[in-house]
């Protein structure tokens, strides 16, 4: 997974990197994937300190962000986990020319409760002891589209999907793992960081 960042056309500062001197604080709105909620909301926090400026957080699917882009909502910065999203919305003319860059990575894994039966390999997820799997909703959410792409190449997907409960992002898909109301999901692993019961 890479995640990207691209300005919109409603034109903004970007984070930490162009230093302006400014007479009044900037409000800058950015839009990002929610695997980049914890980083980011740091992040935040110290640039506020230095430069005075605010910054408002969207977190949300990219494809969920994308809609809202699409529809008018005020983006400054959008971070997407999906390059699809952000060709779609510079095709529509809503990005500005240029300024996409690469600048993270994230891999996909496998997490389960502590009461959940164990998992070696992907193959697992086929057992009848895995009944639920949660996964983001593979039509909006990158690391659902990700995961349902790796397993059809691993030629799972068929008997994986039956047993699929679509998530809004990848933060509720560990919520469903955490709470037990799953077997397993697929998440990134930097989200795993977050969390205490997985």
Known sequence: MTTRFYLLKTGAVMLGMIAVMRLHAATVTVFAAA?????????AAD???????MIVYNFAASGTLS????????ADIF???????ADALEKKGLLVSGSRKSLLGNT????????AAAIHSTADLTNAAIQHIALGDVKIVPAGTYARIYL????????????????????AVLAAV?????????????????????
């Open 35 to 43: 695997s980049l909620t914890d980083s980011l909301k740091q992040i």
């Open 152 to 171: 059809e190449k691993l030629q799972l997907w068929p008997a994986v999907e039956p047993k699929v409960i679509p998530c809004e992002n990848v933060r």
């Open 178 to 198: 955490e709470s037990g109301n799953v077997d397993a999901g697929i998440v990134y692993k930097t989200d795993t960081a977050i969390s205490k019961k997985k």
């Open 79 to 85: 971070f997407a986990a999906d390059e699809a999203k």
């Open 67 to 74: 809609r809202q882009i699409e529809t008018c909502a005020p």
């Open 108 to 115: 996909l894994v496998i997490v389960t409760g502590p009461e």
């Open 47 to 53: 640039y506020e300190k230095t430069s005075g400026d």
